[in-house]
């Protein structure tokens, strides 16, 4: 019974370089969010997929920043040109087909590290 | 969604109960209490929600005032392990209309738990 898997845990790259980060959800959950939460603040919603489908990207920055959930395999948050400020724990967090009214399931997150 | 308030720090000694508050002064009546919490360096974890009984769970139990303007998480024995940052935020399920996904985290109560 395995939980929502983000791989990986740790991922470090130079500034200009892309980041990729992947995001398996819970079984039986259809439904896949980002998160961001830079170092010493809150979580911020960044994009809510459903397979093949970006319902609300209004968390994105507008540039760099893209994301996806084929219909098969995992969802991919993707960060091209990456600079320091890009630095943060990346969550992503799940939920059932039918609502999100028992919550969400997270993962334990991508720390990306730009130097 | 409406706004929480949420002391930024707590202490409890370990085993005894753990109490912690939130208020939703302006919460609307189709909006539920969800208490998350977030161990260091992990993703956030679901503890409960309610939306004007009281509520208990394996985890903990959420106590809500009558008029909903604000409640109570309480941690009825706490360990070590319940160090954490918690989250308290209200919202409108998406089974009922509410946006999906979108969670508004503020800045939660940061409970200590010390031997």
């Known amino acids: 019974n395995a939980g929502v898997m983000q791989n990986p845990r740790h991922l470090v790259r130079r500034r200009g370089q892309e980041a990729r980060l992947r995001c398996s959800p819970m079984?039986?959950?259809?439904?896949v969010y980002w998160y961001r939460q830079l170092p010493e603040e809150g979580l911020k919603f960044m994009v809510y997929?459903?397979?093949?489908?970006?319902?609300?990207e209004s968390g994105m920055p507008k540039e760099r920043f893209s994301a996806e959930f084929p219909k098969e395999g995992p969802s991919i948050l993707r960060i091209q040109q990456v600079v320091r400020g890009d630095s943060a724990a990346y969550f992503c967090?799940?939920?059932?087909?039918?609502?999100?009214?028992?919550?969400?399931?997270f993962g334990s997150g991508t720390r990306l590290t730009v130097v | 969604d409406a706004k929480t308030t949420q002391p930024p720090s707590m202490d409890c000694a370990e085993g005894r109960a753990a109490n912690l508050p939130c208020n939703h002064s302006?919460?609307?009546?189709?909006?539920?209490v969800y208490w998350y919490r977030q161990i260091h360096s992990q993703g956030p974890q679901y503890i409960i929600h309610?939306?004007?009984n009281n509520e208990t769970n394996e985890m903990a139990s959420l106590i809500i005032t009558e008029d909903r303007k604000s409640s109570t998480l309480i941690l009825p024995h706490a360990t070590l392990r319940d160090t954490a940052v918690y989250y308290c935020?209200?919202?409108?399920?998406?089974?009922?209309?509410?946006?999906?996904?979108?969670?508004?985290f503020g800045k939660g109560t940061k409970l200590s738990v010390k031997p």
């Open positions: 309610g939306l004007k």
């Open positions: 935020i209200v919202r409108v399920p998406s089974d009922y209309g509410g946006s999906q996904g979108n969670l508004i």
């Open positions: 079984k039986g959950h259809s439904h």
């Open positions: 967090a799940s939920s059932q087909k039918t609502g999100d009214h028992y919550g969400y399931t």
């Open positions: 302006t919460i609307s009546g189709n909006e539920y």
């Open positions: 997929l459903q397979k093949e489908n970006i319902i609300d």
